[in-house]
């Protein structure tokens, strides 16, 4: 299945930052900040807008930074706190410097919603190096090239959320995606041991499996493979993946931790 959006860039914007402070929310998110990998499209902005309607500030990662910079004057616009923070989460030196960056300046996030991701779809067969490892490096690479530098600050704090968009692909192997279904196991791998390294600090981590997405990741022999395997009979939208995902960094959620859920419409 494919579902999330990448996340690549090589310069940070703190100052932007700021820019974030001429709004104040009200709302159950008001006064925490939420970090969305891969957040300039696709289920990354449907997030980020969800959550700023919510009253989050949002940190917009992707690594196209004019990319990232238009989601959130789309979001300010629409009175939100938002501020771009591009940067590559397969680059791991640049990726803890942006976000130690960030945190100095504004202290540590509440949440973060691991979305950033690519798809390479063929049978292993045809596969190059480079699709397999451009797709785990950004897939899963992402998980620890972003979450290493900000868990401790989150767990000096001993609060906080991280929710991990995976995919049904994780949970059950999709034909064509050895490359994906491998990565996206991974996170929910990767998601479940460190809910129990954190869970003492009262920090929850879940992990959102999506199904088929109507994203400009989907390609048309996806849709009429998979579409009638789909108990629903339909596509899920970006949207209803972001209500999970704003249960998920609720206080509602305070109790569940190492949890899977499928938006998949029936799939698995």
Same mark, same amino acid.
């Given at each position: 299945?494919?579902?999330?959006?990448?996340?690549?860039?090589?310069?940070?914007?703190?100052?932007?930052?700021?820019?974030? #402070?001429?709004?104040?929310?009200?709302?159950?998110?008001? &006064? =925490?900040? /939420?970090? *969305?990998?891969?957040? !300039?499209?696709?289920? @990354?902005?449907?997030?980020?807008?969800?959550?700023?309607?919510?009253?989050?500030?949002?940190?917009?990662?992707?690594?196209?930074?004019?990319?990232?910079?238009?989601?959130?004057?789309?979001?300010?616009?629409?009175?939100?706190?938002?501020?771009?923070?591009?940067?590559?989460?397969?680059?791991?030196?640049?990726?803890?410097?942006?976000?130690?960056?960030?945190?100095?300046?504004?202290?540590?996030?509440?949440?973060?919603?691991?979305?950033?991701?690519?798809?390479?779809?063929?049978?292993?067969?045809?596969?190059?190096?480079?699709?397999?490892?451009?797709?785990?490096?950004?897939?899963?690479?992402?998980?620890?090239?972003?979450?290493?530098? #900000?868990?401790?600050?989150?767990?000096?704090?001993?609060? &906080? =959320?991280? /929710?991990? *968009?995976?995919?049904? !692909?994780?949970?059950? @192997?999709?034909?064509?995606?050895?490359?994906?279904?491998?990565?996206?196991?991974?996170?929910?791998?990767?998601?479940?041991?460190?809910?129990?390294?954190?869970?003492?600090?009262?920090?929850?981590?879940?992990?959102?499996?999506?199904?088929?997405?109507?994203?400009?990741?989907?390609?048309?022999?996806?849709?009429?493979?998979?579409?009638?395997?789909?108990?629903?009979?339909?596509?899920?939208?970006?949207?209803?993946?972001?209500?999970?995902?704003?249960?998920?960094?609720?206080?509602?959620?305070?109790?569940?931790?190492?949890?899977?859920?499928?938006?998949?419409?029936?799939?698995?």
């Amino acid at each position: 299945m494919t579902e999330a959006t990448t996340s690549r860039d090589t310069v940070s914007a703190p100052s932007d930052a700021a820019a974030a #402070l001429s709004v104040k929310s009200t709302g159950p998110g008001a &006064g =925490r900040r /939420v970090l *969305v990998t891969g957040g !300039s499209r696709g289920i @990354g902005f449907a997030v980020a807008k969800r959550l700023a309607e919510e009253g989050y500030v949002v940190a917009v990662n992707g690594r196209n930074a004019e990319r990232a910079r238009e989601a959130v004057e789309n979001l300010r616009a629409l009175g939100h706190e938002a501020y771009a923070l591009p940067f590559d989460v397969t680059d791991r030196k640049t990726a803890a410097e942006v976000l130690a960056e960030d945190v100095a300046l504004r202290g540590p996030f509440w949440g973060v919603v691991l979305n950033a991701g690519i798809n390479r779809d063929m049978p292993l067969a045809a596969m190059s190096d480079d699709d397999w490892d451009d797709v785990v490096n950004t897939d899963l690479g992402g998980f620890y090239n972003v979450l290493r530098p #900000l868990v401790m600050t989150m767990a000096r704090a001993r609060k &906080g =959320r991280i /929710v991990v *968009v995976s995919s049904v !692909s994780g949970m059950v @192997g999709t034909r064509g995606q050895t490359n994906y279904s491998a990565a996206k196991a991974g996170l929910i791998g990767a998601a479940k041991a460190l809910a129990m390294e954190l869970a003492s600090r009262s920090i929850t981590v879940n992990v959102i499996a999506p199904g088929l997405i109507e994203t400009d990741m989907v390609t048309e022999e996806n849709r009429e493979r998979i579409l009638p395997l789909i108990p629903m009979r339909r596509l899920g939208n970006p949207e209803e993946v972001a209500h999970v995902a704003a249960f998920l960094l609720s206080d509602g959620a305070a109790y569940v931790t190492r949890a899977v859920i499928p938006v998949a419409g029936g799939l698995v």
